[in-house]
């Protein structure tokens, strides 16, 4: 089983930044892609950002130029730099990553982490 530990959210003004920090840890094979995705209520949690572990990253349009995806392999973190932060991405925040061993892959979630813009 693997576990990933989530942090890093918070309230902060419209325009300001915040980094989220995900480590994964357990009975870990092998890390292949993390993301982060995000909730609020009553909606479906969306996909934010994903990063392969070569480095590869997609965002959803509406965060590209603003929040950067990155992640340390050797350490199994991922973090989410969110920058020009805007009312609208008030949400909980999800780590997510995947784990493969020789029989099949599995996808892992945090606990999430709320973060709150102020306008």
């Known amino acids: 089983q693997v576990q990933l530990a989530d942090s890093g959210g918070g309230l902060v003004q419209s325009g300001g930044s915040l980094t989220l920090s995900c480590v994964a840890s357990g009975r870990i094979t092998f890390i292949e892609d993390m993301a982060w995705h995000r909730q609020t209520p009553g909606k479906q949690r969306e996909l934010v950002a994903k990063i392969t572990r070569g480095g590869d990253a997609v965002y959803d349009d509406s965060v590209k130029g603003r929040f950067t995806i990155s992640r340390d392999n050797a350490r199994n973190t991922v973090w989410l730099q969110m920058n020009g932060l805007e009312p609208a991405d008030t949400a909980v925040y999800y780590c997510?990553?995947?784990?493969?061993?020789?029989?099949?892959?599995?996808?892992?979630w945090g606990q999430g982490t709320q973060v709150t813009v102020s306008s």
């Open positions: 997510f990553a995947t784990d493969s061993t020789r029989f099949d892959t599995r996808g892992y």
